[in-house]
């Protein structure tokens, strides 16, 4: 049997490479293809393909937007992304809407080739480039969050208040305001204040 697949690019010279890639393969058959997602969507809705092969930028619908619609309306068809873009901006929200594979433009075709055969089977795809970016994102932890009080210490201190002069202005001890900034110091992997500044400006934790 073979794997029913729709491409979505809005360059047509992508679009008439991939579909001829696909004629050399018997059991992959390309029923349809769109310059955007909201043809996309059309064309899917219509030929309710196993496998939609899709950039994520594009001139209207297209991105997370258009793959989560295609989760949500055909429910069957397997999204699988492939594009140039590798930022954690396209990766996380595409795979987070419901896409099975992520590949990438200059993925050799039997990679191309694969990945549809694995999405037909609803299996997850990544490309090498994108399996080591989210590895590495689940790996190292995200910076701790500051609290509100944390915050306005830090921001008090940034002014060039002692610890007596800030534990003045929020009327509490001194020792409190000493414990705030260890806490500080923690959470954003410092060891002294004029540091503690200069890295809570960068993360845009301080006007």
Known sequence: MSVRLVIVDDHPVVRDGLRGMFVEQADLEVVGEAEDGERGLAVALRERPDVVLTDLRMPGLGG?????????RVPSARVLVLTTYDGDDDVLPALTAGAIGYLLKDSPREEVFRAVRAAALGETVLSPAVAARL???????????????????LALVARGSTNKEAA?????SETTVKTHLAHIY??????????AVAVAYSRGLLP
């Not at 997370?64 to 949500?72: M, P, Q, S, T, V």
């Not at 790996?139 to 210490?153: C, D, F, I, Y």
């Not at 003045?168 to 509490?172: N, P, Y």
């Open 168 to 172: 003045a202005a929020l009327f509490i």
């Open 135 to 153: 590895l590495n994102r689940v790996r190292t932890p995200a910076p701790a969050e500051l609290s509100g009080r944390e915050r306005t210490v």
């Open 186 to 195: 923690t959470k954003l992997g410092v060891s002294d204040r004029a540091s």
């Open 64 to 72: 997370a937007k258009f793959i989560g619609l295609l989760a949500e």
